[in-house]
């Protein structure tokens, strides 16, 4: 019995002289432009003017952001510590994102030295989403539409509505959208049609969210018209029928002598070249 009291008395001796950490939230999250704390209280200290320091680590690199009581860092004049040791971020950005790292050291505690490891994450939200949707597609025929964002995080979620109304991932779970003919992924933002239907056309708009909030582009519409085959065979008639009397014209003109030159008629006059270019003079005696 007294064995059992002697452990226990050391043990509370030894905690007397250690110095121990502990956080109320290791993995933290806060929206940007918030502001967090990132607790770091001390259980247990003897040292009366303990080195408080603390230590961001991003990409495996750390970098002081709270070092001989002061500040430091891209979180200087955006942070604080409250006593004693807690570090409050006031205006978070998607840049504060990374590990922070608080150590206290004790020289008077026969543990002198404590850590603690806290992840936070900045939750950012999503911008308006670049949406692309086609103005006009033929019955029948396929159709893409994409959404995409990049600025949320995390990564953001997509949803994609047709006049107002959410469009389904699974078209046969709702009645206005069960002979349609699509495929929606919302991790990638993109609506497949693999063959529109008259119904298919309207306004359609894409949602982006995350834990952070949500953005929307604004609506476009979509036509779906129908294939006049008629018609096109009759363009390709009265086309075909022009070349024709094109050709036929030039046919008959070219009979005609249009496209030839016409020769010069008529007896051409020549006068004779001089022989050297001396007169001749006759004699009294050629007379």
């Not at 030894?14 to 990132?38: H, R």
């Not at 891209?74 to 006593?83: F, G, N, P, S, T």
Request: hydrophobic share 35%; net charge neutral.
């Amino acid at each position: 019995m007294n064995f059992t009291v002697h452990l226990f008395d050391l043990a509370c001796y030894i905690s007397t002289l250690a110095v121990i950490l502990k956080t109320t939230n290791p993995k933290p999250w806060v929206n940007e432009f918030e502001s967090i704390e990132l607790s770091c209280m001390i259980e247990s200290i003897s040292t009366t003017n303990p080195r408080i320091e603390w230590k961001k680590i991003k990409m495996g690199e750390p970098s002081y952001v709270y070092f001989d009581k002061e500040i430091a860092g891209d979180l200087e004049k955006r942070a604080k510590i409250r006593e004693p040791a807690t570090l409050v971020i006031l205006n978070a950005t998607r840049a504060d994102t990374a590990d922070y790292r608080c150590e206290v050291t004790a020289p008077n505690d026969q543990k002198s030295f404590d850590e603690i490891l806290i992840s936070l994450t900045v939750r950012v939200k999503p911008v308006v989403p670049r949406c692309s949707v086609p103005k006009s597609v033929p019955v029948g025929k396929p159709a893409e539409l994409h959404c995409l964002e990049d600025e949320g995080y995390p990564k953001s979620h997509y949803q994609w509505f047709r006049n107002k109304e959410e469009i389904p991932e699974d078209p046969k779970g709702s009645p206005k959208f069960f002979n349609s003919t699509y495929t929606l992924n919302g991790e990638m933002g993109t609506l497949k049609f693999s063959a529109v239907r008259k119904e298919d056309a309207g306004e359609y708009y894409c949602r982006a969210r995350n834990e952070a909030g949500f953005s929307k582009c604004g609506p476009q519409m979509m036509e779906v018209y129908d294939i006049n085959i008629a018609g096109i065979i009759l363009g390709v008639v009265v086309v075909v029928t022009v070349l024709l009397c094109i050709t036929v014209g030039i046919f008959c003109a070219y009979k005609r002598g249009y496209f030839t030159s016409q020769k010069q008629t008529g007896n051409n006059y020549k006068t004779p070249a001089k022989g050297d270019g001396v007169d001749y003079v006759r004699t009294e005696d050629e007379v």
